[in-house]
């Protein structure tokens, strides 16, 4: 809609008046009346405004402010002023709207299915808040004042690095030295990172567990890298299989604690012989070790990385013991790997924020990172616990172990149905054809891949009943 | 050093009895013993361990304790166990150093100088700690569940996208849809963003201003992106010269508030060639709003992206208005880039925390966002007065208008000896040739940029005399 100067002024006053009593300067109220007038064409190109001397008498302002206000969308390209011609509203200002402009997609708004079972994350209503932001106080009120400036060290803060360090080598069985720890903002960005340096060494194929996960088999393809499938049995990956790929395959992704999705702890031999292809072929073995800190039986596994830490890159998250939305992850990196991955994550610490690494040091250290991790591992035991009863003589159950996940094998020929049939159920389930690598030539199995540890409380009860009314 | 099993029996029970003492599982604190002389090599490749019902009696400890170990052990590869062989300790357990491993590198922890006038700094001192903590405390204790989980829109929260649309329409005149607000760790990680956008979009080539940033100039290197010079001059970077560059160059990077390191504000005229270019070319302008909202004269300047949101991605972010160290920075993007934006960015929102962007929103929205920035301007505009006042006659001083830096031209001839001089004052400085474009063949300038935001209030005032005291 386009209009001249004498359809525009008559609202002005009332724009005005609302503003300044609505707390806001009149200045401001009034250029920002004037930019939008010329941005929205409600003032037409060329139009000419009245002298700041009239226009002022006419608001009954001082003449001063609408000197300033025109000075600024002046200075900012919405009028023009010349001498002889006055103060007129630029030519160039009105914005075009691009032919054929793609209206962005809101990201649709369906109302999610009322249970699910989904995998890959933890019961959100767990998060300790209040401890949390105890940590965070303690943390951000002792914080040196370098720490709100730009990292100095791309590995991330120092005090993190060193709660890691002992946490790790605590509970995870690593070998880890805080200056080889790397700090990133969860797995994918991590992985993102190691397959760029995996690259620039000139790696050209990365073998992956036939059974995984599609998003970070994306990742690595983004980098450039192909992925190879290995196949995963009871005893978790192959790796025996790694000596038959070739010398393209300079690098393997396992997840030895407990195999994603199928649940099977790599066994020793198969530990073995990973770090027996690391050693002979100089591959990089990439350890994710997502759910290492829930395991229920008391036989414990630690990291691969235990076993060699020259050859393995083990990677470790928050977002299964303490949130995703935190957004913090961290790398050990082998010695002689460490210039490569920091050449290759340049020299900007684009990682998360320095608070929230004080916090989660201190969050750590305090021992809330314990504690919340074995109440966590008693809750989450309590439904795994739940769930193999109520499947009991159904389906088979496996890879119950460890972790916020169960597999449940089914009859050939049902999965889609099933996983189908659920949601019409209000049930969202994930069959584990979904993980399954495109290329592997492993034999068809179906099965739920069911994550117990995606409810909340309240919610866990009926969820497990709709998913034992929807098994066969 | 290699030992045998009775070398380290021994020292076993002292070990033990001070873990336990210490507050740890015992079967723990035997594990991670066992573990630990494993890998330095103290129990060799090979030995027979005891039975456990001799160890356990050994030690005056439980059976289980012990086969417990064993097991763990063994299913982590450190131990084998074999019928008629016993438990040993495995072959391949000792970790082998890498040959020619290369050291990591500590950064050099040299004493930084007492005084620093870099410029690219807030005043970390200023960091509004408590006002911080108040708002993530009421961020965090009404977060919604969904807000620790993986985010699901990854342009980041809609809340901190509210409020930001908001406030830079209010405080920079920027023209900003929420919908089209992309969130990111700071402009490093959105330039590197749009970068690879401009690449996947085969641009070949982005015009940046003559002086200006290494470090952002290398970041679109990296993306694959050569970088071509304008000529800066006192009206602000000469974008009447982008039709001069051909058609390889599809995207210019301004700074058109405060042109990084210059000072000098883009004119109006220099606004108007930069978007009929861009209009005119398909050309994309990249807006690098870094200090906008300290601006000192009465006269503000908005964001040139007002002028064309369809050709300009805006970008800011709260390193200077806050703390770098928290990584939060935010784009607004064209909408029919919108859609090439998301495909780079993949899946995963890999942004900053969930519960910092919903504290910066609670933060805005409460109105601690623009008390602290009136608060820091007026800090920081002090100090430049003092700066102007204390140079005043000894060298000419420009860019003053706005920011947290000024610029004091020199002599011919003297800048690099004065930059040296400073040092061994304790004074660091940073002269403005470090920021010229390699390429750029704009006449030789001289002069120092001095980022007045730098120093902490304790430490400003001997700043600012050894700065007077180092001119010529």
Redesign the interface.
């Known amino acids: 809609m386009t209009g001249s100067w004498a359809t525009f002024g008559a609202d002005l006053h009332l724009d005005l008046s609302a503003a300044v009593r609505g707390g806001r300067g009149l200045r401001a109220a009034l250029t920002?009346a004037l930019?939008e007038a010329a941005?929205s064409g409600r003032l037409a190109p060329g139009t000419r405004l009245p002298s700041s001397r009239t226009f002022a008498a006419d608001l009954g302002i001082a003449r001063n402010t609408v000197a300033?206000a025109y000075?600024?969308l002046?200075?900012?390209?919405?009028l023009?002023a010349r001498q002889g011609s006055g103060t007129r509203v630029?030519e160039?200002?009105r914005?075009?709207?691009?032919a054929?402009?793609?209206?962005?997609?809101?990201?649709a708004r369906r109302r999610g299915p009322a249970y699910s079972l989904v995998p890959?994350?933890p019961d959100?209503?767990g998060?300790p808040?209040a401890a949390?932001?105890a940590a965070?106080?303690r943390a951000?009120?002792d914080?040196p004042?370098?720490?709100?400036?730009?990292?100095?060290?791309v590995r991330g803060r120092v005090e993190l690095r060193e709660a890691l360090a002992g946490y790790l080598a605590?509970a995870r069985?690593v070998?880890a030295?805080p200056?080889?720890i790397v700090l990133c903002?969860?797995f994918?960005?991590g992985l993102t990172l190691i397959g760029r340096m995996l690259r620039a060494r000139r790696v050209r194929e990365v073998a992956v567990e036939g059974y995984s996960l599609d998003?970070h088999r994306?990742?690595l393809t983004?980098t450039g890298l192909r992925t190879r499938p290995l196949w995963v049995d009871g005893a978790g990956a192959r790796t025996p299989d790694l000596g038959g790929l070739g010398p393209r395959t300079g690098a393997v992704l396992l997840t030895p604690a407990h195999q994603f999705p199928t649940g099977a702890?790599l066994?020793?031999e198969r530990?073995?012989a990973a770090?027996?292809w690391a050693?002979t072929t100089g591959g990089v073995i990439l350890e994710d070790d997502y759910d290492g800190e829930f395991r229920y039986d008391?036989?414990?596994?630690?990291a691969?990385q235990?076993?060699?830490?020259?050859?393995v890159v083990y990677f470790g998250t928050a977002?299964k013991s303490l949130?995703?939305?935190?957004?913090?992850g961290w790398m050990v990196v082998?010695?002689?790997l460490?210039?490569e991955v920091l050449a290759v994550k340049?020299?900007?610490d684009?990682?998360?924020?320095?608070?929230?690494q004080l916090t989660l040091a201190e969050f750590i250290i305090s021992g809330a990172y314990d504690r919340h991790v074995r109440g966590m591992r008693l809750r989450y035991r309590r439904r795994r616990d739940q769930l193999v009863a109520a499947v009991a003589g159904k389906v088979p159950v496996s890879g119950i172990a460890a972790g916020l996940h169960a597999v449940l094998d089914l009859p050939a020929g049902t999965e889609r149905a099933l996983v189908r049939a659920a949601a019409w159920q209000d049930l969202q389930l994930e069959g584990l054809v979904r993980y399954r690598h495109p290329d592997s030539a492993m034999p068809p199995r179906e099965a739920l891949v069911v994550g117990y540890g995606t409810p909340?409380d309240s919610t866990w009860t009926p969820t497990l009943a709709a998913l034992t009314a929807a098994l066969p």
């Open positions: 920002e930019r941005r300033e000075g600024e002046v200075a900012e390209g919405w023009t630029a160039r200002a914005p075009r709207r691009a054929g402009a793609v209206p962005v997609r809101r990201p890959g994350s959100l209503g998060f808040r949390w932001l965070a106080r951000v009120t914080a004042n370098d720490a709100f400036g730009y990292g100095v060290d605590r069985g070998y030295d200056d080889r903002s969860g994918s960005d998003i994306e990742l983004r702890a066994t020793p530990r073995t770090v027996d050693r008391r036989q414990s596994v630690g691969l235990g076993l060699d830490p020259d050859r977002s949130a995703p939305g935190l957004r913090m082998p010695p002689d460490m210039e340049g020299r900007v684009r990682s998360s924020s320095a608070l929230d909340s």
